[in-house]
Nanobody, 123 residues
Framework: VQLQASGGGLVQTGGSLRLSCAVS????????MAWFRQGSGQEREFVAG????????YYANSLRGRFVISIQHTANTLYLQMNNLKPADTDLYYC?????????????????WGQGTLVTVSS
């Protein structure tokens, strides 16, 4: 499958953004999807994920309550609603798809990746 991420931008502290990830290709091959983020010189960090059917959902403990992951099957699009953004949330955000049968928090287990979309939160 091919993934196309969008929706990043510049926002002030406390603001919100919604990231989108359009999926093209056979979604029947996807078991789960996730969002990761990566700062310069750092490893990709798990943000949120879900089973392709929409549940269950999984969150990084530090982000639970501010970020919400969802999927719209009619549009084959994954979303990440980010609220109450902080400067520490500034990163490149990536969507990913996993075609294996078990959910993983590890970026190495994901098969397909979209290009990053940059989120910048100003103080």
């Amino acid at each position: 499958v091919q993934l196309q991420a969008s929706g990043g931008g510049l926002v002030q502290t406390g603001g919100s953004l919604r990231l989108s990830c359009a999926v093209s290709g056979p979604p029947s091959s996807i078991n789960s999807m996730a969002w990761f983020r990566q700062g310069s010189g750092q490893e990709r960090e798990f943000v949120a994920g879900l089973a392709w059917r929409g549940s269950p959902t999984y969150y990084a403990n530090s982000l639970r309550g501010r970020f919400v992951i969802s999927i719209q099957h009619t549009a084959n699009t994954l979303y990440l609603q980010m609220n109450n953004l902080k400067p520490a949330d500034t990163d490149l955000y990536y969507c990913a798809a996993d075609r294996s049968g078990r959910f993983s928090y590890n970026a190495r287990d994901y098969d397909d990746w979209g290009q990053g979309t940059l989120v910048t939160v100003s103080s």
